[in-house]
């Protein structure tokens, strides 16, 4: 770099104010007016933007849950099974299958979600859980009898 005065040397920052400010210039690129090119205003919407990211993201994962365990209500509804009993049925026989996993089985595999289902209401009568005695056992489903207690 060549300075005409030393003052100018002292105003100078060197290259790293460059580049810290082309991050932020970066980031800001899709902004509209002066919040693409103000420097100090840039720096404002882009520390807002990145906090609102960071909100975002567990947001995101709580909306999905809930998506997910709507996805599986309307299925136990569908079958007619409560949903506690049908997790605590599935828990009974050993099938670890996630919520993500159950949804997916609820939405796009409804006969595999209604063997599952008749499995957990076939364990809940097995076990007497409360609110089994509207549930009529499946035929077609075949246990060990009480897993364990």
């Not at 549930?135 to 364990?148: A, C």
Request: hydrophobic share 40%; proline share 3%; glycine share 4%.
């Amino acid at each position: 770099m060549v300075f005409t005065t030393a003052m100018m040397m002292v105003r100078s920052r060197g290259p790293d104010e460059f580049w810290r400010k082309r991050k932020i210039f970066k980031i800001a690129a899709h902004f509209s007016g002066r919040r693409r090119n103000c420097y100090s205003i840039a720096i404002k919407a882009v520390h807002r933007a990145l906090q609102f990211a960071t909100i975002g993201r567990t947001v995101r994962k709580s909306d999905m849950i809930d998506l997910w365990n709507t996805r599986i209500k309307a299925g136990c509804e569908e079958h007619g099974v409560e949903i506690n009993n049908f997790k605590d049925s599935l828990s009974r026989c050993d099938i670890q299958l996630n919520k993500k996993v159950l949804a997916d089985l609820a939405i796009w595999e409804p006969n595999t979600f209604r063997a599952l289902s008749d499995l957990a209401k076939s364990v809940a009568i097995d076990y007497n859980l409360p609110g089994t005695e509207k549930y009529d056992k499946p035929s077609n489903v075949v246990t060990r009898g009480l897993l364990k207690k």
